[in-house]
């Protein structure tokens, strides 16, 4: 279930990182801030939203701007984040779990021979043999394919980290440009990317 989930919000949260920008930054340079935040809103993304958020604190200064992405990016990373702990947890313990029923059936086997005192033959060992396999199996496969799904989404969402750092400093460059009054060309803009 946090596979599936964690795939779902990844796979919503991509963004066309240049094709924002170049939105972003035409809108900006206009000084169209209300109307960047708007886009930013529709576009429905981490990145949009940190950028939304950065925006929003515009009147009060290029450091306000700053403060709030860095909080709201903190608090996007979190909600990608959110559930990869329980998943790399399962990864560590399910094949521990694993080997405790490999113990277990090892147990039940040796038990069985103490009790028959010492005369077992191959089929009154089975069961405990097969416990400890069964188990052994069973905790691998969970482990094996929790860490494999971890790992798949911890890239992705340090890929979608990036994509969010690459676009807020961008737009705080951006915003530092318009507030000394630069002109930002639109081959610039083209360039840039």
Same mark, same amino acid.
């Given at each position: 279930?946090?596979?599936?989930?964690?795939?779902?919000?990844?796979?919503?949260?991509?963004?066309? *990182?240049?094709?924002?920008?170049?939105?972003?930054?035409?809108?900006?340079?206009r000084k169209d801030i209300q109307g960047a935040a708007r886009y930013c809103q529709e576009e429905k993304s981490p990145a949009a939203n940190i950028i939304r958020k950065g925006l929003k604190k515009y009147?009060?200064?290029?450091?306000?701007?700053r403060?709030?992405?860095d909080n709201a990016g903190k608090q996007e990373i979190n909600k990608l984040e959110k559930g990869l702990n329980v998943l790399a947890t399962i990864s560590g313990v399910a094949p521990l779990l694993g080997f405790l029923g490999t113990v277990t059936g090892m147990i039940s086997a040796f038990m069985n021979i103490e009790n028959l005192q010492g005369s077992a033959n191959p089929s009154d060992l089975a069961g405990g043999i097969w416990e400890a396999l069964?188990?052994?199996?069973s905790g691998l496969a969970v482990g094996i394919i929790a860490f494999t799904f971890y790992n798949y989404l911890i890239s992705a969402i340090n890929k979608?980290?990036?994509?969010?750092? *690459?676009?807020?400093n961008d737009v705080i460059d951006v915003l530092e440009e318009v507030e000394r009054g630069s002109k930002i060309t639109e081959d610039e803009v083209e360039l840039e990317l």
């Open positions: 279930a946090i596979i599936i989930d964690r795939y779902i919000i990844i796979r919503k949260s991509k963004l066309n *990182v240049p094709a924002f920008l170049i939105k972003i930054r035409g809108l900006l340079k009147r009060f200064g290029h450091e306000r701007v403060e709030a992405i069964l188990t052994t199996a979608l980290v990036l994509d969010m750092e *690459v676009v807020s």
